[in-house]
């Protein structure tokens, strides 16, 4: 099993681009998350879907799209970037709410 | 608002002793506790959960919960370089999916 998998690894966008991180997993879960990871900050939950069809807002949303296209995989959208959102990016899953999350390798991206 | 607090480090320990991580956390209804291993460049990986009051024994590691104090540590006997990471705490509050994560604290073991 792979278990969390993302793409891209690495990512450099000028201020006003758009991107979409991809993410799957292949442990069944029905939990997928994704978060953001600053400096000093630790791990800040951007949206999450708690099953196939439904996704919600996290604590930092803002500038920010999902979608989960079906049970494996969960996608993040920066619709214009900024360099505010110069981060790391984690996806991450669990089998139900209360239970450990997974986390994928992460995408590092920066915004000029 | 809810949080995770953990002392950032590093915290410096000779191999072969015990390195012990602190965490508390606000929410007193929190139930569930986690323990994340952060190498540098790296994703979290999970070491240990935690659901109930007393001690959770895994190999080198123990995690110990008191909820009375909102307070969790995890034990790393036998500290070897290899251990040297961010150690991340993360408390689940009741209800919703939004678990709450500490910013770590550095261990570095001296060979």
């Known amino acids: 099993n792979a278990g969390v998998t993302q793409t891209p690894k690495f990512q450099v966008l000028k201020t006003g681009q758009s991107m979409t991180l991809q993410c799957a997993q292949d442990m069944n879960h029905n939990s997928m998350y994704w978060y953001r990871q600053d400096p000093g900050m630790g791990l800040r939950l951007i949206y999450y879907s708690a099953s196939e069809g439904t996704t919600d807002k996290g604590e930092v949303p803002n500038g920010y799209n999902v979608s989960r296209l079906n049970k494996r995989e969960f996608s993040l959208r920066l619709e214009s970037a900024a360099p505010s959102q110069t981060s790391v990016y984690f996806c991450?899953?669990?089998?139900?709410?209360?239970?450990?999350?997974?986390f994928g390798p992460g995408t590092r991206l920066t915004v000029l | 608002q809810k949080e995770v607090e953990q002392n950032s480090g590093p915290l410096s320990v000779p191999e072969g002793a015990i390195a012990s991580l602190n965490c508390t956390y606000s929410?007193?209804?929190?139930?569930?506790f986690f323990w994340y291993r952060q190498y540098s460049g790296k994703s979290p990986e999970l070491i240990m959960s935690?659901?109930?009051?007393g001690d959770k024994e895994d190999g080198r590691f123990t995690a110990q919960l008191n909820k009375a104090s909102q307070y969790v540590s995890l034990l790393i006997r036998d500290s070897q370089p290899s251990d040297s990471a961010t150690y991340l705490c993360a408390a689940r509050p009741p209800g919703g999916f939004k678990t709450i994560f500490g910013a770590g604290t550095r261990l570095f073991v001296k060979a």
């Open positions: 935690i659901y109930s009051n």
């Open positions: 991450a899953s669990s089998e139900a709410q209360y239970n450990e999350q997974f």
């Open positions: 929410d007193r209804g929190s139930q569930s």
